[in-house]
């Protein structure tokens, strides 16, 4: 439930649309208009030629950050959890308290205090109703599983860095993102949430890799530009047209179309 379409300033604010990228140096500081005139942010610290074909201890550069909802999944919260408690999205953020789902990302409180704290004035729901809703919701966004399969063949290595609660789970459930990628970074594992920089900081502990040799995609600026700061290769999410480009842009060409098995050989050499 963190995305990008219209909302309060506690859930994930629309993000507009851009129409150019940008290359940024790292210890440049990113000012809001940039943000606001680019339809993705990166940052390199070194040569695209350098960071997309390194290898590093048998491992292959640049290690890819996917953040998950609306960015590899389509999240139900602005659609169908309304249409769940049959309120429109504004009765909804009226009546609900921010706070719980901060702290169940955080995984600082469980599902039956979430159910306790979800509305303002302490209203009882079916949360089990709920989680089946959202988990009928989880799909692929359009063209993103076979990026994902086109870069887990071509490699490279990947990891979820997800503002998401342990409902993560249901996710993989429908799903199975870990065909092609590690939930290893997720904020009720951490106890932190994007944008904190001190995620970014784990991130890197724990990868043991230098900043510039991870690209981070994420559809929301905001955690684009935190990463940045942080030293990381940073692209805003739009779409997996839009994503393929700028990963060709940092060296990562990936073929999208692969031989039919019934195509004669001869043929796909042509």
């Known amino acids: ?59 292959k550069l640049p290690i890819l950050l996917f953040d998950v909802m609306d960015t590899i999944v389509l999240d139900p919260f602005y659609q169908d959890v309304p249409a769940f408690f049959r309120m429109s999205m504004k009765e909804l953020l009226e009546c609900k308290d921010p706070t719980p789902w901060i702290e169940f990302e955080k995984g600082l409180i469980d599902e039956p205090e979430l159910a306790r704290k979800f509305f303002k004035d302490g209203r009882s729901f079916d949360l089990e109703g709920l989680k089946n809703c959202m988990k009928r919701g989880y799909l692929y966004i359009d063209g993103v599983e076979e990026l994902l399969r086109a870069l887990k063949k071509d490699g490279y290595e990947m990891h979820a860095f997800t503002n998401y609660p342990i409902w993560y789970k249901m996710i993989e459930d429908k799903l199975k993102l870990s065909t092609y990628l590690s939930w290893t970074f997720c904020s009720c594992i951490f106890g932190k949430r994007k944008p904190e920089a001190q995620f970014y900081l784990e991130v890197l502990n724990c990868l043991k890799v230098d900043p510039a040799s991870c690209i981070f995609i994420d559809d929301r600026m905001r955690n684009v530009e935190a990463a940045i700061e942080a030293g990381f290769t940073g692209i805003q999410f739009k779409n997996a047209d839009l994503l393929r480009k700028d990963l060709s842009i940092h060296g990562i060409d990936i073929s999208m179309n692969e031989p039919n098995e019934n195509q004669d050989v001869a043929e796909v050499l042509e």
């Open 1 to 59: 439930m963190a995305a990008a379409l219209p909302s309060s300033s506690t859930w994930k604010p629309f993000i507009s649309s851009f129409t150019s990228s940008l290359i940024v140096k790292p210890t440049h500081k990113i000012s809001p208009q940039m943000a606001l005139n680019n339809s993705s942010i990166t940052t390199a610290a070194t040569t695209t030629s350098n960071i997309s074909n390194a290898y590093t201890g048998g491992r």
